[in-house]
């Protein structure tokens, strides 16, 4: 199990480096605003929103983050998105360890003997 996820690893840099490689390419320049922390911030929250360990889950924390940041972020006001993120991001980790798909599937006995 432990060379698959090395494998995994690798072949996801290769797929990182490729692309970073063709992005400075493209525009000539490398700068420090390329990288966005609340991107990568975002994914992170979809996976841990949706529930880890599942295919569903990301799927599903997606659809969340995506609808709350057409939505409710213009409550906000436009500049609030990275405080709202990071305050969905803590209240998950306490309130939600497995996610919505692990809160459905304790909730719903159908879900629970489905294995994926």
């Known amino acids: 199990m432990r060379q698959y996820k090395l494998f995994a690893f690798v072949v ?26 609340d991107v990568g911030a975002t994914v992170l929250l979809t996976t841990i929103l949706g529930g ?15 609808f709350s940041k057409a ?6 006001g436009g500049g609030n998105w990275v405080f709202f993120l ?9 309130l939600l360890p497995r996610g919505i798909y692990g809160l459905l599937k304790r ?10």
């Open 12 to 37: 996801s840099s290769i797929f990182s480096a490729i692309s970073g490689v063709l992005m400075a390419y493209l525009d000539n320049v490398v700068v420090p605003q390329f990288v966005q922390w």
């Open 52 to 66: 880890s360990g599942t295919l569903f889950g990301p799927l599903l924390g997606s659809f969340v983050v995506e």
């Open 71 to 76: 939505y409710i972020t213009p409550l906000l």
């Open 86 to 94: 990071g305050s969905l991001y803590i209240l998950v980790i306490i």
């Open 107 to 116: 909730s719903s006995p159908t879900l629970a003997q489905n294995k994926a």
